[in-house]
């Protein structure tokens, strides 16, 4: 069983980290990438931004469209990001954590549709959203990486995401490119739901 999915949880200092880690990637990359960022509601032009860092193809999810291999899909400003098994669905449920997207909303929806074929990713950031979510995903088999603290321009939210999930792979933004590379060619392990 091959992982499929790859959720990126990112907010305060966000952009550069992003930037560093779609970088990271070849072309080819082979899993699908949803990266779920904190931002404003007049934030129209990130996709613009990140696809200057990648040769993989961005674009912000559409309700219903589907979740292809070697695509990255931003989640929309002032919309929780859903993940059903291969495709989008996006909602207008209340903020949580002051954020809508929500991390947490979209990790725990990737972890009930995708299992052990998904991998967490927490980043930079300053609040918690996205420990709840990261435990999750492992919880229900997947892959849990979180950006080293100390590299991070905001620790708050890498360090939420190592309490709650302890057993996180830790590593640089460029450890974490190079990780996603080798576990896209390694099998996922399915593990027992809790």
């Given at each position: 069983m091959?992982r499929?999915i790859?959720?990126?949880?990112v907010s305060a200092?966000?952009?550069?980290?992003?930037?560093t880690?779609l970088g990271?990637?070849p072309?080819?990359?082979?899993?699908?990438?949803?990266?779920v960022?904190?931002r404003?509601?007049?934030?129209?032009?990130?996709?613009?931004?990140?696809q200057?860092?990648?040769?993989?193809a961005?674009?912000?999810?559409t309700?219903k469209?589907?979740?292809e291999?070697?695509?990255v899909?931003l989640a929309?400003?002032?919309?929780?990001t859903?993940?059903?098994?291969g495709?989008f669905s996006?909602?207008?449920d209340a903020?949580?954590?002051?954020s809508?997207?929500?991390?947490?909303?979209?990790?725990?929806?990737a972890?009930d549709?995708?299992g052990a074929?998904?991998?967490?990713?927490?980043?930079?950031?300053?609040?918690h959203?996205?420990?709840?979510?990261?435990?999750?995903?492992?919880?229900?088999?997947?892959?849990?990486?979180?950006q080293d603290p100390g590299t991070?321009?905001v620790?708050?939210m890498p360090a939420?995401?190592l309490r709650a999930?302890?057993?996180?792979?830790?590593l640089?933004?460029e450890g974490?490119?190079?990780r996603?590379?080798?576990l896209?060619s390694?099998?996922a392990?399915?593990?027992?739901?809790?």
């Open positions: 091959a499929e790859v959720m990126v949880g200092g966000g952009l550069d980290a992003v930037c880690l990271g990637l072309g080819d990359f082979r899993m699908a990438i949803v990266v960022q904190h404003s509601k007049d934030s129209d032009a990130l996709c613009e931004v990140l200057d860092c990648t040769p993989l961005i674009q912000e999810v309700d469209a589907s979740a291999p070697g695509n899909y929309p400003p002032d919309y929780h859903l993940l059903e098994p495709y996006l909602s207008t903020p949580e954590m002051y809508r997207p929500s991390i947490d909303v979209a990790f725990e929806s972890a549709a995708y074929r998904a991998v967490g990713v927490v980043l930079t950031g300053a609040n959203d996205g420990a709840r979510g990261l435990r999750r995903i492992v919880d229900r088999g997947g892959t849990a990486l979180v991070a321009e620790k708050v939420a995401a999930v302890p057993e996180a792979e830790v640089t933004l974490i490119a190079a996603l590379l080798t896209q390694s099998p392990r399915p593990r027992e739901k809790r």
